[in-house]
Each structure stands twice: as structure tokens, then as C-alpha cells.
């Protein structure tokens, strides 16, 4: 049995279909970077662990109706430039409020 002749649009489709996955998976890696990265900032400020800091940004998000990698990325800027938009500072210091701070341990006496 000899194989059929390969349909070169058939590979073009594929192709491409493979560069928008690519593409897709390339923004998916850099989207997560930047909320891990304010995750950390509301473990270190906020003093909660990195659970509660992600619940902090996913309330936050919700409640200002922006979506979780914006809200991440302007928690990033803050912590560069000190600037965040009132809405955002308040709803996020309402959340920091509902969810932590946690109790950091003590150092150890010597």
C-alpha cells in the first residue's frame, strides 16, 4: 500500500496552529512569573504565607474586576515606583486585613 500524497496546506495549517500554541504557552510562563512574583511581595509585606498572598491578589482582582495578572503587575510596579491606583490600594489593604498578617515566629532567645 503505497501512502497518500501529504497536502502541503495541511502542514502550513499545522504549522501554524503549533506557532499559537507556542506563543499561548510562552505568555502562560510569563503571566505566572509575574503573580508569583507579587505573591512574594505579599508574603514579605503583608507578612502571609504564599497560599494567603495568592488569595489576597485573587480578592483583590475580584473585587476591583481586573484581571489577576494586571492586579500582579501593578503590585510589581508599586513596589518599584510606590504608585497604585486608590481603588487597588484599597481593596488590597482590605484584603491584607482579611486574610493576615500571620504570626511570623520569634527568634530564639540566646
Given at each position: 500500500?503505497?501512502?497518500?500524497p501529504?497536502?502541503p496546506?495541511?502542514?502550513?495549517d499545522r504549522?501554524?496552529e503549533l506557532?499559537?500554541?507556542?506563543?499561548?504557552?510562552?505568555?502562560?510562563?510569563?503571566?505566572h512569573?509575574?503573580v508569583?512574583?507579587?505573591?512574594?511581595m505579599?508574603?514579605?509585606?503583608?507578612r502571609v504565607?504564599p497560599?494567603?498572598?495568592w488569595?489576597v491578589?485573587?480578592?483583590v482582582?475580584?473585587?476591583t474586576n481586573i484581571?489577576?495578572?494586571n492586579?500582579?503587575?501593578?503590585?510589581l510596579?508599586w513596589?518599584?515606583n510606590?504608585?497604585?491606583p486608590?481603588e487597588?490600594?484599597a481593596e488590597?489593604?482590605?484584603?491584607?486585613?482579611?486574610?493576615?498578617?500571620?504570626?511570623?515566629?520569634?527568634?530564639?532567645?540566646?
Amino acid at each position: 500500500m503505497t501512502p497518500a500524497p501529504h497536502d502541503p496546506s495541511d502542514e502550513t495549517d499545522r504549522i501554524f496552529e503549533l506557532q499559537e500554541e507556542v506563543e499561548q504557552l510562552k505568555e502562560a510562563v510569563a503571566s505566572h512569573a509575574v503573580v508569583d512574583q507579587a505573591i512574594g511581595m505579599m508574603v514579605a509585606l503583608g507578612r502571609v504565607t504564599p497560599d494567603r498572598g495568592w488569595t489576597v491578589l485573587r480578592d483583590v482582582s475580584q473585587h476591583t474586576n481586573i484581571k489577576l495578572r494586571n492586579v500582579a503587575e501593578l503590585i510589581l510596579i508599586w513596589g518599584r515606583n510606590g504608585e497604585l491606583p486608590a481603588e487597588v490600594r484599597a481593596e488590597l489593604e482590605a484584603a491584607l486585613d482579611r486574610h493576615g498578617p500571620e504570626q511570623i515566629p520569634e527568634a530564639p532567645q540566646e
